[in-house]
């Protein structure tokens, strides 16, 4: 009797993977995924625009950081414009620095 309830098992077993290949098959999921495409639907390299769109965030953030700092300073020390045109020139170059790092040449390459 435990011979026998150990074939079903094992029947069960197989037929329950056999249906669960049909399945996978079905819908696709055994199936390598596909590699990504080259190009955006657009035209662009998808690296193009992640390379554009890191270098836009690069300058802003700089900007926008240097902005509040020398906004706060000048708040703080009743100094209107001294501090803000300072900063935002000082944000404009840490901004273009940046950039430059991210799209210049890399040392030992």
């Given amino acids: 009797m435990s011979q026998n309830g150990d074939e079903e098992q094992e029947r069960g077993a197989a037929s329950f993977e056999a249906r669960l290949a049909a399945a996978r098959d079905r819908r696709g999921l055994d199936q390598p995924p596909a590699p990504p495409p080259e190009t955006a639907p657009d ?16 300058l802003l953030s700089a900007l926008v950081v240097a902005l509040a700092i020398g906004y706060g300073l000048d708040r703080w020390l009743h100094t ?14 840490a901004g ?11 040392p030992g390459k």
Avoid: K, T
């Fill in 43 to 58: 035209g662009l390299s998808s690296n193009a625009l992640a390379l554009g769109l890191r270098v836009g965030v690069e």
């Fill in 80 to 93: 209107r414009p001294l501090f803000l045109a300072v900063f935002v020139l000082l944000g404009g170059a």
């Fill in 96 to 106: 273009v620095l940046n950039v430059w790092r991210v799209v210049g040449p890399r």
